[in-house]
């Protein structure tokens, strides 16, 4: 009976690390999203010079860094979710030990 109220507490734990995750990742995501609209709404002019890179303007490179991080962002989701389905795997075959 100890045994279960321990798995349990083990898979409630890891609910809680998967949800602050996910929590951490969409609030890091719509902050980088909403950036760019906001930022062309009150630094126009800053946005439309040209950047470091000869004829690409700032918003256009902010807007391409946006398809970078969302590659990165489900790169590190993918990782992070086998892991999360690795530790679930484990926490299964010690209920069944």
Do not use: N
Not at 8 to 28: D, G, N, P, T, W
Not at 48 to 56: C, H, L, R
């Amino acid at each position: 009976m100890m045994d279960v109220i321990k798995m349990e507490q083990k898979y409630l734990e890891l609910i809680k690390r998967k949800k602050r995750f996910i929590a951490l990742i969409l609030s890091v995501s719509f902050v980088f999203y909403f950036m760019l609209p906001l930022s062309l709404i009150f630094f126009p002019k800053v946005m439309t010079q040209t950047s470091f890179i000869p004829g690409v303007s700032w918003s256009w490179l902010f807007a391409f860094l946006q398809i970078l991080m969302t590659w990165f962002m489900v790169h590190l989701y993918h990782r992070k979710a086998k892991y999360f389905d690795k530790v679930a795997e484990e926490i299964k075959r010690e209920r069944l030990l």
